[in-house]
């Protein structure tokens, strides 16, 4: 069985800084694509960012040049540095884990 666990959620300003971290552990045999997703309130999980166990990134439009996914192989962690961050990007952010893992998510408010 393969567990998420999310951190580094919080509450931030208008242009402020989070980094959410995500450990993977349990039964994992390979480590495959790890990202986060988000939902904000009435609205559809979207995409934010992925990246493959070789470092291959792939970014929303949204957060290009704001956002920096990374991982690190060794400890099954991938993180989400997030900056300049704003109100709209309120939401819970939830990490993923190919194929079809996912941690219970972690909240991020950005206030105005």
């Known amino acids: 069985q393969v567990q998420l666990v999310e951190s580094g959620g919080g509450l931030v300003q208008a242009g402020g800084s989070l980094r959410l971290s995500c450990a993977a552990s349990g039964r994992i045999f390979s480590i495959n694509t790890m990202g986060w997703y988000r939902q904000a309130p009435g609205k559809q999980r979207e995409l934010v960012a992925l990246i493959s166990s070789a470092g291959s990134t792939n970014y929303a439009d949204s957060v290009k040049g704001r956002f920096t996914i990374s991982r690190d192989n060794a400890k099954n962690t991938v993180y989400l540095q997030m900056n300049s961050l704003k109100p709209e990007e309120t939401a819970v952010y939830y990490c993923?884990?190919?194929?079809?893992?996912w941690g219970q998510g972690t909240q991020v408010t950005v206030s105005s």
């Open positions: 993923y884990l190919d194929p079809t893992y």
